[in-house]
């Protein structure tokens, strides 16, 4: 109750759509807690997801900045945007397109990706939170991923307390469902407060 973390899966239904834009997986974590901080949560995600599946004017990679530039601009022009400190909101977000993946973070959210039992962090430059200037750039890092393959997008707040082992442990061993369950029982257990954000992705085999 007193974190104003967001999420968001899409997953399109068209065929075309899957095939140029991937599904869509996002979490906004909020170092503010309160109405007014879900709100912005909430507006950069939608946010995100309308401008990315909107843009067809270029690739994943591109199309990803394009949309969290847009959401920068929205908040910070919009009411649920004001009082918010530079930076305190992040935003993990991921694409997977059959087995391409395209991973992004700024401020405090984090992605991980489990493989072979081992926890693989994407390979690019943190960048400061929302709300950022219009210099505001947005690393993409691009990979594969393949069956039995975990994707992990968490708040960093959550990290610190749970801790990177446990975080990895939960998905190897566990349902993505019941991963999450698992990692969130550890955060209220130590004492956790604040943002708690986790989305759990795991790749397999459809028949």
Not at 73 to 97: C, D, F, H, N, T
């Amino acid at each position: 109750s007193n974190s104003a973390d967001t999420m968001l899966v899409t997953e399109p239904a068209t065929g075309s759509k899957v095939r140029s834009k991937g599904n869509l997986y996002l979490i906004v974590s909020s170092a503010r807690i309160g109405g007014r901080a879900r709100d912005a949560a909430v507006m950069v995600a939608d946010t995100i997801r309308r401008e990315y599946y909107y843009d067809e004017s270029a690739g994943v990679p591109i199309c990803l900045e394009k949309a969290v530039r847009s959401a920068n601009r929205k908040l910070r022009s919009s009411r649920e945007g004001g009082g918010l400190p530079p930076g305190g909101i992040g935003v993990a977000m991921a694409v997977i397109r059959t087995n391409e993946l395209y991973v992004a973070t700024i401020g405090g959210a984090e992605a991980y990706l489990v493989r072979a039992a081992r926890l693989l962090v994407p390979d690019h430059t943190q960048q400061p939170g929302l709300p950022a200037d219009d210099a505001l750039r947005v690393e993409v890092w691009r990979g594969e991923i393949a069956v039995g393959d975990s994707l992990l997008l968490v708040s960093r707040n959550l990290t610190e307390v749970v801790g990177t082992e446990e975080l990895k442990n939960a998905v190897v061993t566990l349902h993505p469902q019941s991963a999450v369950e698992h990692l969130h029982h550890l955060f209220v257990a130590a004492g956790g407060d604040g943002p708690d954000a986790v989305l759990a992705v795991e790749a397999t085999e459809l028949a």
